[in-house]
């Protein structure tokens, strides 16, 4: 599969605390998006990260690239509530018949308690 | 400034029926998408559309067809659902890829259950 994935499938922590998610992939990369969905509603765009960047910030949200190893980490610092939702990475190809795809992943489930 | 709409928000079919989901967008973005949402599955492209009167198959076309009316609107016809394609659907659009802002901006979604 082209897809990115998630790990872990899910994540429950308190408010106040940090939240890591990480994203595996499988081919070359023009950049890395990462989404969140909150319950019933469609994605929103987090953050993206380009292959030739290896950190990215915006608020809370820190994002780290290695595409040495093909993976990607969200951290969300000072967890509220409100971050409650599911996170998708996704990918986008650097090449091949693809042109316009981006490949989601399965998610991870984050439940933050107040 | 709407975003992108959809609409219906829910449905129920029997079957063997046909139905035609809309999408619309106001952000004067190319390229149009339009996604599946299975438990556990993440989001799959069904077909997509780079720019007006062009369209192209993703991952999961068979049993759909689509029609770029114009640059805003792009839909989605199933002609005889089935079971399987009970689903949440999600339409996106965004600027084309290789531009410096190629994220995508989804619609609300629609909630179909086949019977």
């Known amino acids: 599969s082209q897809q990115g994935e998630e790990d872990p499938q899910a994540l429950s922590i308190q408010e106040g605390e940090n939240a890591t998610m990480n994203c595996s992939y499988k081919?070359?990369?023009?950049?890395l998006q990462w989404y969140r969905q909150n319950s019933g509603r469609g994605l929103v765009h987090l953050i993206l990260i380009r292959s030739n960047e290896r950190e990215k910030h915006s608020g809370r949200l820190r994002v780290t690239l290695d595409t040495s190893k093909k993976s990607s980490s969200l951290l969300i610092t000072a967890s509220r509530a409100a971050d409650t939702a599911s996170y998708f990475c996704?990918?986008?190809?650097?090449?091949?018949?693809?042109?316009?795809?981006?490949?989601f992943g399965r998610g991870t489930q984050l439940t933050v308690w107040p | 400034n709407a975003g992108v709409t959809q609409t219906p928000k829910f449905q129920v079919l029997k079957t063997g029926q046909s139905m035609t989901l809309q999408c619309a967008q106001d952000?004067?973005?190319?390229?149009m998408y339009w996604y599946r949402q299975d438990p556990g599955m993440g989001l799959r492209l069904i077909y997509y559309?780079?720019?007006?009167?062009?369209?192209d198959k993703g991952e999961v076309p068979n049993g759909y067809n689509v029609s770029r009316l114009n640059k805003r609107e792009f839909s989605l016809r199933l002609e005889s659902a089935a079971p399987s394609q009970t689903s949440v659907y999600f339409c996106a659009s965004s600027e084309p890829w290789g531009t410096l802002t190629d994220t995508q901006y989804f619609g609300p979604g629609t909630r179909l259950t086949v019977l």
């Open positions: 996704a990918t986008r190809w650097s090449g091949g018949s693809t042109l316009g795809r981006l490949y």
């Open positions: 559309s780079a720019s007006e009167g062009t369209t």
């Open positions: 081919t070359s990369i023009n950049n």
């Open positions: 952000m004067n973005h190319n390229s």
